[in-house]
Nanobody
Framework: QVHLGESGGGSVQAGGSLRLSCAPS????????LGWSRQVSGKEREGVAA????????SYADSVENRFTISQDNAENTVYLQMNSLKPEDTAMYYC?????????????????WGQGTQVTVSS
């Protein structure tokens, strides 16, 4: 079982920035990818960003490319999502996730673990 503790959500005006943090714990031996997904009420959850924990390779959804940056601090065992140039359409509940491979951050499949979520609200 993998546990994911998230922090860093909040409210910001359009154009502002927020940084989300996620600290995984438990048995992470079968998860090689950490990522962030988001969900708006009434819509499906969508993958936002992912990082391969073995080599640091990153992947992003087109909607956040060049605005969001995912990174990992191995010493702190923490994954970050730096969100810049935020837009009102970025408003959602953001979930930290652990995947067996990063392709499952953006497509169905695999055994995935999810955090409880942190709300991000961007006002215009």
């Amino acid at each position: 079982q993998v546990h994911l503790g998230e922090s860093g959500g909040g409210s910001v005006q359009a154009g502002g920035s927020l940084r989300l943090s996620c600290a995984p714990s438990g048995d992470t031996s079968r998860t090689h990818c950490l990522g962030w997904s988001r969900q708006v009420s009434g819509k499906e959850r969508e993958g936002v960003a992912a990082i391969h924990t073995d080599d640091g390779t990153t992947s992003y959804a087109d909607s956040v490319e060049n605005r969001f940056t995912i990174s990992q601090d191995n010493a702190e065992n923490t994954v970050y999502l730096q969100m810049n140039s935020l837009k009102p359409e970025d408003t959602a509940m953001y979930y930290c996730a652990a995947h067996p491979f990063c392709r499952y951050a953006f497509a169905a499949g695999g055994v995935n673990y999810w955090g409880q979520g942190t709300q991000v609200t961007v006002s215009s």
